[in-house]
Each structure stands twice: as structure tokens, then as C-alpha cells.
């Protein structure tokens, strides 16, 4: 009667524990990293790939509502909102629903919230976590709902949507009102002890990482994590490497090489805290795969790894993903790209 006493009080108080401490989640996706462009990535690194280091791997399927070939926009939309939409879309279900991403539901149960991404803050994937907007292009609009989400930490490109803009307004200068503080370059985002802190990186799209693109994402990533970890609420992070897609429309497997070696410096990053923290799920995968491309010659010894290219867009194969932390197991198997929202929703209750 004793044991069954203490055991009911361990598993009670287990249940307690878990419910007291919902998980951080950090979302990462590597834009067009399709199983090639981690082969390749692989084969070619000098050391070990970080998604070597995760125990669950699974496998998305990515179309969208009603095309074979997904664009970021509709994949976006259903990792950050559950729902397959048209190609293009933001937030916005086909029967024209605005939908609550992710983000945001985290917001409502009390999350901090972050945006990293090494495109515009405005492009497709960031975007499908605080816009509800017919077109992807609306980049003025979506500039303006970022404004007013409730995100606390950003870093990407795009300034120029924030502040040379047709209706006039300044919403850097209104974001600032609103205890955000705007800064230049990973410096001042670091030292910064502002409630929230943007961090725009380029005026427009930022550049390849090989043509000196600051900052690199690691080091973004671990102030951000810095900023997230003060206080003792969770966190949800979105985290994406967004030239790797870049690279495959280009057709051109070094920018895409340069663009996953920096990912995956992130991915480590995030990997590292995750173990440390003990109650972070991190989550890796990809929107869709770009390039079509097959790697048809390798050397081991000389890390070089040559491929073809079969389109200049994306293409319909799986995308992998890759979980470490709390529920990661949920992640094994073959399933939609929504699902991936669900899981992670279904972790936050
Ligand atoms: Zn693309």
C-alpha cells in the first residue's frame, strides 16, 4: 500500500512537473534542404553534420492544396498553421479563413517568441508565422503585420518595406514606441537590454553567406537563445536558412554548399542548448527540396561531390525531418506537413 502511495505520488507529481514546464520549441527549416543537399553537405563538410546528432528522423510530404510542387508560402502556411493552402498564400486556409500559426498560439499561452532568417524577415517562411495575406509579394502589408505581432526577437533583411514605405509611416519608429529597439549588426543586438530587439541585417534581401553575409547564424541563434533564456518563461524560435533554396534555383551546388555549412552551424547551436537545457524540442526540416538534384559523382578523400540539377525550381520528393527533446518520438514515420504543426501544438497543451 506504501510503494503504490509513493509510486502514485512520483507519477503525479511527474504529470505535475510536466504541465508546470511546457517545452521550448525551436522550429528549424532549411529552405529547399532536400535529402541531396544534406548528402551533399555531409560529404563535403570537414566535420560531422549537427543532424547527425538527432535520434528521430521522419519524412514530410510537402504538396500543397491543390499542386504537386509546394511553393514556401503554402509549406510555410502548413508547418506554422496546419492547414494546406494555395501556392502563394499566407496564413489564409482555401476557403479564405485567416488561420493562427503557431506563433502565435504559443504567444497566447504565455511563450516568448522569436524570427531568425537569413532572407527578408517579410519572405515567405518567416512571414507564414505572423501574416494572414492573400499574396507572398505583399511585402508592405506583411512589414506591417510584423509590426504589430507580438514577436519579441527578430533578425533578417527587409528594412526597406519597414521604412521606405508608400503609405508614409515609419514602423520602425511606431515598433519602437511599442518597447522594441532596432538595431544594426549582432553587436548592439547582443548588447541590447530592450524588452524586444530587430536586428535587420540588409536594407533588401541579404547576401549569400559566401560574399561575407553578417552575421553568420550560429552566433545569431546563441544571442537569441541568451535573450530567450533570461526569463523563466518558454519560448517558441523559428529558425531558417533561407539560400539554400537560393542555390538551387541558381543550380549552382557550392551556393547551396556555403548556405547548408552555415544552417548547420545553426542547427548545432540550437542542438547544444537543447541538451543543456533538458526541456527543448528541436525541431529540423525543410519546406520542399529546389533544384531536383541528384549526386551523381563523389570523391571521399577529396570531400568533393559533384551533382545534376533536373529544374531551376522546386521539386515534389519527400523532405526529411529530423527531432531532438521532449515528444521528439512523435516525429518518427511518414506523414503531412500539417502534422508537423500538430505535433508541436499538441506539445504546448
Ligand atoms: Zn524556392
Known amino acids: ?14 504529470i505535475f512537473a510536466q504541465q508546470q514546464d511546457p517545452p521550448n520549441i525551436i522550429l528549424m527549416i532549411g529552405d529547399g534542404m532536400g535529402l541531396a543537399q544534406i548528402t551533399a553537405g555531409m560529404y563535403s563538410m570537414d566535420t560531422p553534420t549537427a543532424l547527425e546528432d538527432f535520434p528521430i528522423t521522419g519524412l514530410s510530404k510537402t504538396h500543397s492544396y491543390n499542386q504537386f510542387i509546394t511553393d514556401s508560402a503554402a509549406s510555410g502556411t502548413a508547418y506554422a498553421c496546419g492547414e ?5 498564400v499566407l496564413g489564409i486556409d482555401p476557403k479564405n479563413n485567416k488561420l493562427e500559426s503557431i506563433m502565435e498560439y504559443c504567444q497566447s499561452k504565455g511563450y516568448q517568441s522569436a524570427l531568425l532568417a537569413t532572407s527578408s ?5 518567416p512571414a507564414a508565422f505572423y501574416a494572414n495575406v492573400p499574396s507572398r509579394k505583399q511585402y508592405q502589408d506583411i512589414a506591417l503585420q510584423l509590426s504589430e505581432s507580438a514577436v519579441d526577437f527578430f533578425i533578417g533583411g527587409g528594412k526597406k518595406h519597414f521604412n521606405m514605405r508608400e503609405d508614409k509611416r515609419n514602423l520602425i519608429r511606431e515598433m519602437e514606441k511599442n518597447d522594441f529597439e532596432v538595431v544594426k549588426n549582432l553587436d548592439d ?5 530592450a524588452k524586444r530587439v530587430g536586428l535587420f ?3 533588401d534581401e541579404p547576401q549569400p553567406i559566401a560574399m561575407g553575409r553578417q552575421p553568420n547564424l550560429a552566433p545569431a541563434v546563441n544571442a537569441t537563445l541568451k535573450k530567450l533564456n533570461q526569463k523563466e518563461v518558454p519560448f517558441f524560435m523559428l529558425v531558417e536558412g533561407s539560400q539554400i533554396d537560393w542555390g538551387g534555383h541558381d543550380n549552382n551546388l557550392s551556393y547551396i554548399l556555403s548556405e547548408f555549412e552555415d544552417f548547420n552551424g545553426a542547427v548545432a547551436a540550437a542542438l547544444a542548448f537543447a541538451k543543456e537545457d533538458g526541456n527543448t524540442l528541436v525541431i529540423v526540416t525543410a519546406d520542399h527540396e529546389t533544384g531536383g538534384l541528384s549526386l551523381t559523382k563523389g570523391n571521399m578523400k577529396k570531400k568533393r561531390i559533384s551533382g545534376e540539377f533536373s529544374t531551376k525550381g522546386h521539386s515534389g520528393i519527400l523532405v526529411p525531418v529530423f527531432a531532438f527533446g521532449p515528444n521528439s518520438e512523435s516525429f518518427m514515420g511518414i506523414y503531412d506537413n500539417t502534422s508537423i504543426f500538430k505535433k508541436m501544438k499538441a506539445l504546448v497543451n
Open 1 to 14: 500500500m506504501k510503494k503504490l502511495f509513493v509510486a502514485l505520488l512520483v507519477f503525479s507529481s511527474s
Open 201 to 203: 541585417t540588409n536594407n
Open 121 to 125: 524577415i517579410v519572405h515567405a517562411t
Open 189 to 193: 543586438y547582443v548588447a541590447s537590454t
Open 84 to 88: 494546406k493552402t494555395y501556392n502563394g
